[in-house]
Structures are given as C-alpha cells and as structure tokens.
C-alpha cells in the first residue's frame, strides 16, 4: 500500500506563489519505481489533469493551461514529488491532488493512477 500526504497549500493573491509536497511512504515502496501526478479539482468542476513526472524526472508533461507556469519536480532521495506555482490565477483555486502509478510512462489520464491523497486546497484570489 502507498500513503501521499499533500502540504503546502493556502491562500495567495493573483501573481504571487506556492508550492505544494506530496510525501509518499508505504511498506516496500520504492518512490524511485512510480510516475508521480498533481490533478485538481474545482468545486462544481470534473477533476483535471495538471502536471506527471516520470521515475527519474527525465519526462514531464503539462496541461496547458499551467504551462509557463507551474513546474513539477521530484526529489527521489525524499520520496517527495513537488509542484512549484507561479503566477498564480484566480481560476487556479481547486483542490490539488497528488498521484502514483508504477508505470515507466507518465499519462494525463486520472484512471491510469492507483494511489491517491487526500488534497491540499489552494485559494486564488483577485
């Protein structure tokens, strides 16, 4: 079983910054084996896609709405995926989620991830 624990959300105004953890542990878990995720939810709004890294970080992908401007890392030794946010817009407040899958690839897809956390809430506001 895979724990994540997200951190480092709260409430900035338009243009300032943020950056989110999520924090992965479990009983023979190997960070460095699994494709890290952030999705977000706003309230009324379908769960969406925002950033995927792959196991080494050579591979990352990016919805496009947030291109530019948010950036997904990871820290292997750490077992810690982050997502740095600039420029932060009001229409970036949602519920931000963090994800795992043991895959060699890194997919937009929701489905494709096992291993979920519970979300870190982010506020933009105007």
């Known amino acids: 079983q895979v724990q994540l624990v997200e951190s480092g959300g709260g409430l900035v105004q338009a243009g300032g910054s943020l950056r989110l953890s999520c924090a992965a542990s479990g009983h023979t878990f190997r960070f460095s084996n699994y494709a890290m995720a952030w999705f977000r939810q706003a309230p009324g709004k379908e769960r969406e896609f925002v950033a995927a890294i792959s196991w080494g970080g050579g591979t990352t992908l990016y919805a496009d709405s947030v291109k530019g401007r948010l950036t997904i890392s990871r820290d292997n030794a750490k077992n810690t995926v982050y997502l740095q946010m600039n420029m932060l817009k009001p229409e970036d407040t949602a519920v931000y989620y963090c994800?795992?899958?043991?895959?060699?690839?890194?997919?937009?897809?929701?489905?494709?991830?096992?291993?979920w956390g519970r979300g870190t809430q982010v506020t933009v506001s105007s």
């Open positions: 994800a795992a899958d043991s895959t060699r690839l890194v997919y937009s897809t929701a489905s494709r991830y096992n291993y």
